[in-house]
């Protein structure tokens, strides 16, 4: 079990580990040491998975659970709404616990409900996907669709506690699985060669079978983000490193009505970002076929038609926009990506070159 230390402006670990279903009630009576309730936040499919077991080992507590129709439709604040009807049927006060159960939109709303909940009560998240544990679990971004775009609606709001159970990730589908490997990839490119040459010798099947390379996988990637969100946890700096692929990945998320996944969206907006790097001459050819190759030996896209004006018009409407200026994060070797502030002609031109 690894226990890392996020010193965010409220201070939290996050835990990895086999097996960590045995210790969750001892980590939350450690963790919020005045919770008598825990409501379990999770989706319908995550729920038939894990939520029964995860109930049965929250001893010494109050437990009751919210469970919304999985997916991104839900994520709204209709669905918020729910999960303070939930709150409030049980009798939460503002000393009790949400425990979120599930992937990134469990992750989100959970958090933004905790956030708002009573002017905020305790969450900790227990994810179950790994481009949850990667990602989303780590750093106190939370919120919620609204019309006008993904996330718009939202705090940042620190978890007390992540724990992450990588048991869980053996009941992921292959396709999901194979998403989350999009932000582990992402962690390479932008700051840690290590995990680069870690990746480069195996591949979806051997990290798939391998339980303890996997948790030193995570690990990793986990570390890796603690260590951005210790440095910059409002998002006004380093932390728009993490954005690598995603300004374009968003765009074509949103494009394909959500039928392309977040992971597949980032890989091919990391894949033409490396490529409009290359054309820039910010880095090498043999770096940007590096991530072309290993995203697809972990099974992701990396070809995709687009525009580059459609791109830099909608790039331009993402909500990390600040101004009239978006700031893209380009590639410019192994382990190394920077922050350009770009208008919508600069992000046009870029990635026309
Ligand atoms: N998901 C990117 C971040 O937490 O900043």
Redesign the pocket.
């Known amino acids: 079990m690894n226990r890392i230390r996020v010193n965010a402006s409220r201070p939290y670990d996050v835990i990895i580990g086999s097996g960590l279903l045995e210790n969750i009630s001892n980590i939350i009576r450690e963790t919020c040491p005045r919770a008598e309730r825990v409501l379990v936040v999770s989706d319908s499919n995550v729920a038939p998975y894990h939520l029964k077991n995860v109930c049965e080992s929250l001893k010494n507590f109050a437990v009751s659970s919210f469970v919304f129709e999985a997916g991104e439709k839900s994520k709204n604040l209709t669905t918020i709404d729910a999960v303070y009807d939930a709150c409030a049927g049980f009798g939460m006060t503002r000393t009790d616990l949400i425990l979120s159960l599930g992937g990134g939109v469990t992750t989100d709303m959970a958090g933004f409900a905790a956030a708002t909940y009573m002017r905020g009560i305790p969450v900790i998240h227990m994810p179950t996907s790994l481009l949850c544990d990667v ?2 679990s ?4 939370t919120g919620v669709d609204h019309p006008s775009g993904k996330n718009i609606i939202g705090a940042f709001y620190q978890p007390s506690c992540v724990i992450i159970n990588v048991d869980f990730l053996s009941s992921l589908p292959d396709a999901v699985f194979t998403e989350g490997m999009a ?1 582990v990839i992402k962690y390479a490119f932008i700051m840690d060669k290590e995990l680069f040459s870690l990746l480069e010798k195996n591949n979806i099947h051997s990290l798939r079978s391998d339980i303890s390379l996997l948790e030193k996988v995570i690990t990793r990637c986990a570390a890796d ?1 603690i260590e ?2 210790n440095e910059d946890e409002f ?1 006004n700096g380093r ?2 490193l ?2 690598f692929g ?1 300004t374009v990945g968003h765009v074509i998320e949103l494009a394909s009505n959500f039928n392309t996944s977040h992971g597949e969206a980032v890989a091919l907006g990391m894949a033409i970002i490396a490529r409009a790097s290359v054309h820039a001459a910010i880095c090498d050819n043999t770096v940007c076929d590096s991530l072309l190759k290993l995203l697809n030996s972990y099974g992701l896209p990396s070809s995709y038609d687009y525009s580059p004006a459609d791109i830099a018009h909608s790039a331009m409407h993402d909500k990390k926009a600040r101004g009239s200026v978006v700031s893209l994060i380009v590639l410019e070797d192994i382990g190394r990506a920077s922050i350009h502030k770009m208008n919508e002609s600069e992000i046009k031109e870029f990635l026309t070159l």
């Open positions: 990602d989303a780590i750093g106190g971004k932000e983000k951005i969100v998002d932390r728009q993490l954005n995603h």
